[in-house]
């Protein structure tokens, strides 16, 4: 498990182009037959990936967490992206095709992650909280998720947010998570920005070509800078920092968040004009 230690408001202002990268912007996922994680101070967020090829693999509780098991004291997100597989957790193996997402509850011992086909990986993307509540753990395909449409074509930005994890979809004790879809033509998301002072979140962007970029904005809102993302790539966004995109391709992108509290809109706009 790899650990990221985030920067503030202030040392991120003096920071590189290569530094920024080093503390914000995730490019080790999705390893093929790995499993990988990321454990992060902001909220104590954990993300990662499991790339199951010829055989399973088993979910364990890293030295960092000091726990059993994964989830003894955490709640678990599971996002497939690549091609079918399952997951098992205590004994119930659930099918996830993509798009599905799969909410795993405080005190699921085991988790496994399986492919249907070695030749055509399930890709689980892995997004974690800590939790104090236990809830059910649910699987959600995604023509069942909660969609909003947004923006226009005139401002580059229609979207579909898919509400998967969410107060009125899966119950969680605090991770909230779904998918953003833009439609070809749109490459803005998130704009107007904003920051969640009572939250952190997390952007996996993916369905990216392979020789476009995502330019993810963040920092201060009287202080951006970008970073330069790749398909599979995800960005830590702390509770100080905007965040929003643009890129040169359309692409999807999954958001996970956690924190003081899981309204969707608890936000605090910032108007594009203030944007330094």
């Known amino acids: 498990m790899d650990t990221r230690y985030l920067a503030d408001g202030v040392r991120y202002a003096t920071m590189s182009a290569a530094e920024m990268r080093d503390t914000f912007l995730v490019t080790t996922l999705?390893?093929?037959?790995e499993l990988r994680l990321v454990y992060c101070e902001a909220d104590r967020a954990v993300i990662g990936s499991a790339?199951?090829?010829g055989h399973p693999m088993a979910l364990s509780a890293a030295d960092?967490?000091?726990?059993?098991?994964?989830?003894?004291r955490r709640e678990l997100g599971v996002l497939n992206i690549g091609g079918a597989g399952s997951v098992r957790v205590d004994?119930?193996?659930?099918?996830?095709?993509?798009?599905?997402?799969?909410?795993?509850?405080r005190g699921s011992r085991e988790v496994v992650?399986?492919?249907?086909?070695?030749?055509?990986?399930?890709q689980f993307y892995l997004a974690s909280y800590p939790a104090h509540a236990a809830f059910p753990t649910v699987l959600a395909r995604h023509a069942e998720a909660t969609k909003v449409q947004l923006g226009s074509l005139a401002e580059c930005n229609r979207r579909t947010i898919n509400k998967y994890i969410h107060p009125d979809g899966i119950k969680s004790c605090q991770l909230v998570m779904g998918v953003t879809a833009l439609e070809e033509g749109s490459v803005w998301n998130t704009m107007?920005?904003?920051?969640?002072?009572?939250?952190?979140?997390?952007y996996l962007y993916f369905d990216v070509a392979s020789e476009a970029r995502v330019f993810h904005f963040m920092?201060?809102?009287?202080?951006?800078?970008?970073l330069v993302v790749a398909d599979r790539q995800a960005v830590v966004s702390p509770a100080w920092s905007i965040h929003c995109a643009t890129a040169t391709r359309r692409y999807t992108f999954c958001w996970a968040m956690g924190g003081e509290n899981q309204t969707f809109d608890d936000m605090d706009g910032v108007q594009v004009g203030a944007l330094r």
């Open 113 to 122: 992650f399986a492919s249907d086909d070695a030749r055509q990986p399930a």
């Open 91 to 105: 004994g119930t193996t659930h099918a996830l095709a993509p798009l599905d997402v799969l909410y795993v509850g």
């Open 51 to 53: 790339v199951p090829l």
């Open 192 to 202: 107007p920005p904003h920051t969640h002072t009572r939250r952190s979140e997390v």
């Open 30 to 33: 999705f390893a093929p037959g």
């Open 64 to 72: 960092e967490l000091r726990a059993a098991f994964f989830c003894q």
């Open 219 to 226: 920092g201060r809102p009287d202080e951006t800078r970008h």
